[in-house]
């Protein structure tokens, strides 16, 4: 259950001003449809991060130990860092409206979400925990916090957001998680 409590609250807090909510934003503007929006956020987002968790789960069959301890720590650092860099919006995550509400937000959140900060985080925490099922449980369970919301009450919720704050708790617990592996944190439950 760690690896679920652990994941779903790292991307919960590194999702609040992401691209991808940004995007849930958009679509929820132009379309008026949450229901759809939010289905396809979800079946994007599974099929996204288990890709995710598979990769870290197979970088941990190829690693050593002791190798993979400094992997992970330093992608936890650098994750802490990119945090910390506000995302953008590309115009063409929004060109797709011609498929209909729900392929649109489905092929749209799928592509924002490929070498984004948190199918990179799913990556190492799959790695870290060894976990896939309850690292994609996770990773989707706080996606779905971060954007299910946005879709639903975006107008309201945007300005009352302190984003900046989110992302500097986000980056402190990136760091912690990279600190902690570096130091050996979990060498006594096999990580």
Do not use: C
């Not at 940004?22 to 759809?36: G, I």
């Not at 860099?85 to 011609?98: F, G, S």
């Amino acid at each position: 259950m760690e690896a679920f409590f652990v994941s779903t609250g790292i991307v919960a807090l590194a999702e609040i001003g992401d691209k991808t909510q940004l995007l849930a934003f958009l679509l929820a503007a132009k379309f008026r449809r949450p229901l759809p929006i939010v289905l396809a956020i979800l079946v994007a987002t599974i099929a996204n991060h288990a890709f995710a968790a598979a990769i870290g789960t197979w970088i941990t069959s190829l690693l050593g130990p002791e190798v993979l301890r400094w992997v992970l720590g330093v992608s936890f650092l650098l994750m802490a860092g990119w945090t910390l860099i506000p995302d953008k919006l590309d115009e063409e995550d929004t060109k797709l409206a011609k498929y209909g509400v729900f392929m649109t937000t489905l092929i749209a959140f799928f592509l924002a979400e490929m070498g984004d900060k948190t199918q990179v985080a799913t990556v190492a925490l799959a790695a870290q925990f060894h976990s896939f099922v309850w690292v994609v449980a996770g990773t989707t369970f706080g996606m779905m916090l971060a954007n299910a919301p946005a879709v639903y009450f975006g107008d309201k919720i945007a300005d009352r957001m302190p984003v900046k704050l989110v992302h500097r708790i986000a980056a402190v617990i990136f760091a912690l998680l990279g600190i902690a592996t570096l130091l050996g944190a979990g060498a006594r439950f096999g990580m």
